[in-house]
């Protein structure tokens, strides 16, 4: 008789039953024999024939213990009894099943802006490795719409789900992939979009008239934060602090207690450092960046939780000298989120120089750009002369002065 082949098995919770499926050359066996062994010692721990005419065995449940590597081998009989050779051995895991899905996002979850920060959770109790995962949308239909690229490491567990529109819905979803091969999916998670918010939750300021004494009392959600440090120790430059090779100390002003909203802006910015450290007698968190070899400067949201602490990225950027970052911490029934999103700077006029000489040094503005070109004499192009014109078709003004640009793109503007 021919040896059966077993096909490959991935890793299983031990606690269910599990087909093991093989294929088998002739005759449809009689009766079928499923031995397995421990990987390491190779000692039998379980070898059982049944009568079966189909090409599979079922390992009972709890047979097995998860978090062990063990192998089968098996047998095959026919009509009169004659057994096979034993198959050679197929190697396997037994593993608890893992977690795997989106910790801030439940199905039917309406969200009020245009984009969605989606935070992936993989956990897996026999520490298994996510191998790779990746990021898709579809329309209200379940019809794709994008897919991210494909992701190998869990430095990238937060996803940016952009350009949604108002008054639609659409379903996410996350598939990844294990060390031993166990496919991953988050399943179709519905969300509908309405971004016209309630403008009574964004109430600057209340005010109450005390009848009695004609008095009016103010009240407003927004809190003012005061220093320690002695103010005219700092440069100020269009509501920004310098604190280049300085810190500032907040003593009043910031809980770490209940639902809240922290946003803070930087300019000039492209390092690795701890940007804001708060904390109070019982909570607390980090803010930080970290430039990677590739160039890609990440932000960092840490917050300490016993043992393991609470860890949020941004997306990554390449920013521009002229770009500002806007990093917003929010937390909601005691579960945090980091919001980072970079625009440039408007108040920045970027003068552009051409030409074989490099411009003399008091010219440039920091923001200025030399490009080199050979065999012309180098000339100023202020950047208030440059027309700019962002549409799908090449507007019909365009060279009538020299330095004109036009960028194709879906809008005609």
């Known amino acids: 008789m021919a ?7 991935y890793p299983f919770d031990a606690t269910k039953d599990k087909r093991i499926t093989f294929t088998f050359t002739g ?13 390491e010692t190779l000692s039998v721990i379980y070898d059982f024939t049944a009568a079966s005419r189909v090409l599979y065995c079922t ?7 998860n978090g062990t590597k063990y192998a089968a081998a098996i047998q095959c009989y026919d009509m009169n009894d004659v057994p096979s050779s034993l198959s050679d051995k197929t190697y396997f895991w037994c593993l608890d099943q893992p977690s ?10 309406v969200v009020t802006t245009s984009s969605l920060y989606a935070e992936l959770l993989y956990f897996q109790p026999q520490d298994e490795e996510l191998m790779q995962f990746q990021f898709f949308i579809y329309d209200s239909k379940q019809v794709l719409l994008a897919e991210s690229q494909v992701y190998y490491s869990t430095d990238y567990l937060t996803y940016k789900y952009s350009g949604l529109e108002n008054e639609k819905i659409y379903y996410i979803r996350a598939k990844g992939l294990t060390e031993h091969g166990t496919e991953l999916d988050t399943g179709f998670i519905e969300i509908d979009i309405h971004t016209d918010y309630d403008n009574t939750d964004f109430t600057n300021i209340d005010v109450v008239c005390n009848n009695n004494s004609s008095v009016v009392t103010y009240y407003t959600n927004f809190v003012i934060v005061n220093s320690v440090e002695d103010g005219s120790l700092y440069e100020y430059e269009d509501s920004y602090i310098n604190l280049t ?8 002003g910031i809980y770490v207690e209940g639902d809240f909203l922290l946003c803070f802006k930087i300019k000039e910015f492209y390092d ?7 904390a109070d007698d019982y909570y607390g968190f980090t803010v930080s960046s970290y430039v990677y070899d590739n160039g890609d400067l990440r932000f960092k949201l840490t917050v300490p939780n016993g043992l393991t602490p609470y ?3 941004s997306e990554p950027f390449i920013p521009g000298p002229a770009d500002i970052f806007i990093v917003y911490v929010k937390r909601i029934n005691n579960v945090y989120q980091l919001y980072v999103y970079m625009k440039e700077n408007p108040a920045i006029n970027t003068n552009m120089f051409f030409g074989e000489d490099e411009p003399e040094p ?14 012309v004499p180098t000339v100023e192009i202020l950047e208030g002369d440059v027309h700019r014109f962002i549409r799908t078709d090449e507007p019909i003004v365009l060279a009538q002065d020299m330095y004109d640009i036009w960028i194709g793109g879906d809008d005609d503007t």
Do not use: M, Q
Request: proline share 6%.
């Open 3 to 9: 040896k059966p082949i077993i096909n490959y098995i």
């Open 100 to 109: 795997f899905y989106f910790s801030n996002v439940e199905s039917g979850d």
């Open 59 to 65: 390992l009972p449940a709890n047979t097995c213990t």
């Open 27 to 39: 005759d449809l066996p009689y009766k079928n024999r499923l031995v397995i062994y421990d990987a």
């Open 245 to 252: 090779n300085n810190s500032l100390h907040y003593a009043t």
């Open 362 to 375: 008091e010219l440039p503005e920091k923001y200025d750009k030399w490009l080199t070109t050979e065999n």
């Open 311 to 313: 860890i949020l990225y």
């Open 272 to 278: 690795t450092a701890t940007l804001l450290e708060v």
